[in-house]
Nanobody, 121 residues
Framework: QVQLVESGGGLVQAGGSLRLSCAASGRTFSTYVMGWFRQAPGKEREFVARISWNYWTYYADSMKGRFTISRDNAKNAVYLQMNSLKPEDTAVYYC???????????????WGQGTQVTVSS
């Protein structure tokens, strides 16, 4: 089993940057695909980015070039560097773990509690 705890959210002005972190428990962290998702008020949870056990990355189109996902298997951690933030990036951001390469929320087995990111205009 994997437990996930996000941190690093906050309030930032448009054009600014934030780095989210996700700390994972469990000895099998390195075998999981790690993903970031987000959910804005009144909207469905959506895929942001994922990174495989061998560091392959994949991004939602609207995040390409602005967001970077990375992982440190020695620290059981995954990160999301977010640059050039826009007001529409405002959401609760979640990290999640899956056994398969996926962008679908239902294919992720473990979820953190989320961290709020607010981008002011």
């Amino acid at each position: 089993q994997v437990q996930l705890v996000e941190s690093g959210g906050g309030l930032v002005q448009a054009g600014g940057s934030l780095r989210l972190s996700c700390a994972a428990s469990g000895r099998t962290f390195s075998t999981y695909v790690m993903g970031w998702f987000r959910q804005a008020p009144g909207k469905e949870r959506e895929f942001v980015a994922r990174i495989s056990w061998n560091y392959w990355t994949y991004y939602a189109d609207s995040m390409k070039g602005r967001f970077t996902i990375s992982r440190d298997n020695a620290k059981n951690a995954v990160y999301l560097q977010m640059n050039s933030l826009k007001p529409e990036d405002t959401a609760v951001y979640y990290c999640a773990a899956s056994r398969i390469l996926s962008t679908r929320t239902y294919e992720y087995d473990y979820w953190g509690q989320g961290t709020q990111v607010t981008v002011s205009s």
